[in-house]
């Protein structure tokens, strides 16, 4: 603006706001119009319009009732996914605000804490003393690590931080603030040149008291005890500074704390390694990455030399060790899983330093959207010729991964330790391998082998120390292209779930293996079935690979059968074993194919007195199993039934599938060796019937059908069985498959037997024996009057019921006997009721009848007169067969009147209706 431009927007300016800014106008301008004042004396004038000055405080606008609004509402949609996402973007917000240094950034994390602390859930979860659930955890967590951030920050100012710690220590008092879990040390080992070896157990004892006297750990507990660190230690101040930091530079001092490695690189020694891990994340945060990485570099050349001397220590004392056969060297805290998430945050900020592209995906884990590959390179390590950044990130995730640790305490905190051991396998399986990167996890491996109890692969392994199966099955199948050897014994080492092995003292008897683990462990080991599931991945993963070489596969199966317990996970391997073992356009593993089956077989001792659900597909399973491996294992199932297989399994599944028509025409088998199977699977068959009949007789006799010594074998042991107390409804069905076959007197001969066991009350009209009672008579009077009057006192003694008997002696009276396909042409006029053998019939079922009368009399009521009155016309009916009919019904009748005379109503009914 020219200068009358500039006249007329000041006086418009003092115009619109005159009774804010005319005082201030009138005493710029008697400032300029004197000579000396501090205006004239400045060139220049300020622009409101360039920003804040380079001293200045970097502060934006921040609606803060916006986002107070925000995250109250996303927290109240808390159980959406959406929600969680978006919380984490507000997270991600604080996180670039920190790092462009904007003190806003501080005061976002503030109002959103607020917010989380008024979440109504939280009191619910409290009074109920449920946990919250995994999405808000996680939330809770990474709130707690940003808080870590900024109290720890290189350059705020100190009553900035005193403010912070007020909040913090107020908000950490309140009852409804999420405690820590997971039973993580707040005061643990600090990293140590040498390392002593496992404490003794009164050293442990004193530990475990001081912990349980010590306070609640809230989700705050980390950032409060970051208030007490300070970057001014000399030491560290070199370190940030340089990168080629060494002891040229300065005196090792400290006296009894070195500095240098013997190498001469820098060490940061002093405080615990989670600590120190979080001043690197806090670096980042703040938009210092160089001075992250520098610090990285030291802490990672602090816990080579550690590892140097537990080698050390551990090789003087591996013999001792070795004899006791168990150590407590993992009572030290786990790094992955850890609140502070220190193996994350080295390798990320190690990774961040070889990334190709400028422009990145968010480093925070979930924090974007969409995931993408990243390429890294190979970034020089300065002063370390020949080293790189991304060699030290994959050196110091297999550090963490492999450490041997207790699995911590609570559901969420072990779920944690499953959730971060994947995103570091997944930030590692980014990383392309190179040669350098292969020498790198070779040696590491070797290092995890041999690293005695500081190792979760070492020989000796703590009883509760988190199992190793993911990790080895990134470095099996990371090796195993360029160490197969290596590759197969790290594996195979890290196949151990030493919590479900117990260990009987000798001379002890052994009880049920799990009662002692049940009782103490189990309830604390919420995700075993997860690790168990792993296991099985890992072996799967072995056993694919070593397909086609029988020195691993043998090994593998070895390790399987010592270290899986679940018959569930041991199928699933042996299908996939199988599987495996037959592809479709090349011939079968036969050692595969064998170590499937022997898994298989496994599998069904196991599971052999404790059916599951899927016991019949196990069993179905195992016999086309056996048939690819050949004749001989399919033999072998059937003869040494008794130990796999429940009788029913082994008649109904086994011997039937295996003689079916695709079995044989599999198996390609000549004439004498199709004889031969069939032979097995009926000795296999009547074995079955001999120890349990019931069940296994009728498919005896289905097997044993075209062999007619092993089906009168069969037939035989019915027989002895109806003796030993084969119930009725099984006689009757071997009965009707008699007669079925064309066999109608042995399929009379097995009703008999049936009707000597059953029993039919007066009131049993639906009884469920009742069709096959009728089919028996049926039978009977098909095949002739001998027969017929066989039956008789059979059905006599054993049914009551009288419309059943009356309906047996009508079906008899219609046709003559022996007039039915199966019978001989003997009689020609059908039987008369009256006469012998039907008329003791006839007998019985008018006694049943009266019987049946008086009992229904005793306690009938008025509502069931009109059936009572039906029930009389059908006995009338009966009564009316004999000669003497008519008067005995007379008297019947008659004698009910004079008995139940008192039942007015009903004698009435019965008058009207009979007479």
């Known amino acids: 603006m020219n200068r009358d431009q500039l006249q007329k927007f000041v006086q418009y300016l003092i115009s619109a706001h005159?009774?804010?800014?005319?005082?201030?106008?009138?005493?710029?301008?008697?400032?300029?119009?004197?000579?000396?004042?501090?205006?004239?004396?400045?060139?220049?004038?300020?622009?409101?319009?360039?920003?804040?000055?380079?001293?200045?405080?970097?502060?934006?606008?921040?609606?803060?009732?916006?986002?107070?609004?925000?995250?109250?509402?996303?927290?109240?949609?808390?159980?959406?996914y959406g929600a969680s996402q978006q919380l984490r973007s507000m997270f991600c917000k604080v996180r670039e605000m920190l790092r462009m240094r904007d003190s806003n950034g501080a005061r976002m994390l503030i109002l959103m804490t607020e917010q989380f602390l008024q979440d109504p859930r939280l009191a619910l979860w409290r009074q109920q003393g449920a946990g919250m659930t995994d999405k808000c955890r996680q939330l809770w967590d990474e709130l707690g690590a940003l808080w870590v951030c900024i109290v720890l920050s290189p350059h705020c100012k100190p009553e900035e931080r005193t403010s912070w710690l007020q909040m913090l220590s107020k908000w950490d008092k309140l009852d409804v603030c999420p405690l820590e879990e997971g039973n993580y040390s707040f005061d643990g080992p600090s990293l140590q040149p040498t390392v002593a070896l496992s404490p003794g157990p009164e050293e442990e004892e004193e530990e475990e008291e001081v912990e349980a006297a010590g306070s609640r750990h809230t989700v705050f507990g980390r950032a409060l005890q970051a208030g007490s660190l300070h970057w001014s230690d000399a030491h560290l101040q070199r370190i940030l500074a340089s990168d080629s930091y060494g002891p040229s530079l300065t005196s090792n001092g400290d006296g009894d704390k070195p500095t240098f490695d013997p190498q001469g690189r820098p060490l940061w020694l002093g405080e615990p390694f989670p600590t120190a891990c979080a001043r690197v994340d806090t670096l980042r945060a703040h938009g210092y990455p160089r001075q992250a990485l520098r610090l990285a570099g030291a802490i990672v050349n602090t816990l080579r030399l550690q590892r140097r001397h537990q080698l050390e220590t551990y090789k003087q004392q591996k013999k001792e060790l070795l004899q006791k056969g168990s150590t407590c060297i993992t009572n030290m805290e786990g790094w992955v899983g850890h609140p502070l998430d220190p193996i994350g945050c080295l390798c990320r900020a190690l990774l961040e330093a070889c990334h190709l592209e400028e422009e990145t995906l968010a480093i925070y884990p979930d924090s974007g959207p969409e995931k993408r590959k990243v390429a890294y390179q190979h970034v020089?390590?300065?002063?370390?010729?020949?080293?790189?950044?991304?060699?030290?990130?994959?050196?110091?995730?297999?550090?963490?991964?492999?450490?041997?640790?207790?699995?911590?305490?609570?559901?969420?905190?072990?779920?944690?330790?499953?959730?971060?051991?994947?995103?570091?396998?997944?930030?590692?399986?980014?990383?392309?391998?190179?040669?350098?990167?292969?020498?790198?996890?070779?040696?590491?491996?070797?290092?995890?082998?041999?690293?005695?109890?500081?190792?979760?692969?070492?020989?000796?392994?703590?009883?509760?120390?988190?199992?190793?199966?993911?990790?080895?099955?990134?470095?099996?199948?990371?090796?195993?292209?360029?160490?197969?050897?290596?590759?197969?014994?790290?594996?195979?080492?890290?196949?151990?779930?030493?919590?479900?092995?117990?260990?009987?003292?000798?001379?002890?008897?052994?009880?049920?293996?799990?009662?002692?683990?049940?009782s103490n462990r189990f309830p604390r080991w919420f995700i075993l079935g997860h690790l168990e599931t792993r296991q099985c991945e890992l072996a799967s993963a072995m056993l694919t690979a070593a397909k086609g070489d029988p020195k691993w596969l043998h090994a593998v199966l070895g390790s399987i059968q010592q270290n899986i317990h679940s018959p569930a996970l041991l199928f699933k391997l042996a299908q996939d074993a199988c599987k495996t073992a037959t592809p479709a356009s090349a011939p079968p593993d036969t050692t595969l194919l064998g170590i499937a089956l022997e898994l298989g077989l496994q599998v069904m001792q196991m599971t052999l007195n404790t059916m599951t659900w899927r016991r019949r597909e196990m069993v179905r399973w195992l016999v086309s199993c056996a048939t690819e491996v050949g004749l001989q294992a399919l033999m072998n199932i059937m003869q040494n039934w008794y130990s796999l297989f429940t009788p029913v399994e082994a008649a109904t599944i086994v011997a039937v599938t295996g003689t079916t028509h695709a079995t044989l025409?599999?198996?390609?088998?000549?004439?004498?060796?199709?004889?031969?199977?069939?032979?097995?699977?009926?000795?296999?068959?009547?074995?079955?019937?001999?120890?349990?009949?019931?069940?296994?007789?009728?498919?005896?006799?289905?097997?044993?059908?075209?062999?007619?010594?092993?089906?009168?074998?069969?037939?035989?042991?019915?027989?002895?069985?109806?003796?030993?107390?084969?119930?009725?409804?099984?006689?009757?069905?071997?009965?009707?498959?008699?007669?079925?076959?064309?066999?109608?007197?042995?399929?009379?001969?097995?009703?008999?037997?049936?009707?000597?066991?059953?029993?039919?009350?007066?009131?049993?009209?639906?009884?469920?024996?009742?069709?096959?009672?009728?089919?028996?008579?049926?039978?009977?009077?098909?095949?002739?009057?001998?027969?017929?009057?066989?039956?008789?006192?059979?059905?006599?003694?054993?049914?009551?019921?009288?419309?059943?008997?009356?309906?047996?002696?009508?079906?008899?009276?219609?046709?003559?006997?022996?007039?039915?396909?199966?019978?001989?042409?003997?009689?020609?006029?059908?039987?008369?009721?009256?006469?012998?053998?039907?008329?003791?019939?006839?007998?019985?079922?008018?006694a049943a009848y009266i019987t049946t009368s008086h009992s229904r009399l005793t306690h009938i009521s008025p509502r069931h007169y009109g059936d009572f009155i039906e029930f009389l016309g059908k006995a009338r009916e009966t009564f009316l067969l004999a000669p003497d009919g008519h008067l005995q019904f007379a008297q019947f009748l008659e004698n009910l009147k004079q008995t139940y005379k008192g039942k007015k109503k009903l004698m009435l009914l019965v008058r009207e209706r009979f007479g």
């Open 380 to 518: 020089l390590v300065p002063g370390s010729p020949g080293e790189s950044y991304l060699a030290m990130a994959l050196e110091v995730a297999l550090l963490g991964l492999g450490q041997q640790r207790a699995l911590p305490e609570g559901l969420y905190a072990q779920d944690k330790v499953v959730r971060n051991e994947e995103q570091l396998l997944a930030l590692l399986e980014e990383v392309e391998l190179d040669e350098r990167l292969v020498q790198v996890l070779r040696k590491q491996a070797g290092q995890l082998l041999e690293g005695g109890p500081f190792s979760g692969f070492g020989e000796v392994l703590f009883r509760e120390s988190v199992p190793m199966h993911t990790c080895a099955r990134y470095l099996f199948t990371a090796l195993l292209p360029y160490d197969p050897d290596l590759a197969y014994r790290l594996a195979l080492r890290a196949m151990r779930l030493p919590i479900l092995e117990t260990a009987f003292p000798a001379g002890e008897p052994h009880g049920n293996p799990l009662d002692s683990i049940v």
């Open 18 to 80: 005159h009774t804010e800014v005319l005082p201030t106008a009138q005493r710029l301008a008697d400032e300029i119009l004197l000579l000396g004042s501090e205006i004239n004396l400045v060139h220049g004038a300020p622009d409101p319009t360039a920003g804040a000055g380079i001293e200045d405080a970097n502060c934006w606008h921040l609606d803060e009732e916006q986002i107070q609004e925000q995250v109250k509402q996303l927290l109240s949609n808390g159980g959406y």
């Open 665 to 846: 025409l599999r198996l390609q088998l000549d004439a004498p060796r199709r004889e031969e199977l069939w032979a097995c699977a009926r000795t296999l068959a009547l074995q079955c019937a001999m120890k349990d009949p019931q069940n296994c007789a009728l498919p005896a006799l289905t097997l044993c059908e075209k062999n007619h010594a092993a089906f009168e074998a069969a037939y035989q042991i019915v027989l002895d069985a109806a003796a030993g107390g084969l119930g009725h409804a099984h006689l009757f069905t071997v009965a009707r498959y008699m007669e079925h076959r064309g066999l109608p007197l042995r399929a009379y001969k097995l009703a008999t037997l049936a009707l000597a066991q059953l029993s039919i009350a007066f009131n049993q009209d639906s009884h469920p024996a009742v069709n096959d009672v009728l089919w028996a008579c049926s039978l009977s009077h098909s095949l002739g009057r001998h027969e017929l009057s066989a039956i008789v006192p059979l059905i006599i003694r054993s049914i009551h019921c009288a419309p059943m008997l009356s309906d047996i002696l009508r079906r008899w009276t219609l046709s003559a006997p022996g007039l039915g396909p199966l019978g001989a042409r003997r009689a020609a006029k059908p039987l008369g009721a009256d006469r012998a053998p039907l008329c003791q019939l006839l007998d019985a079922a008018v």
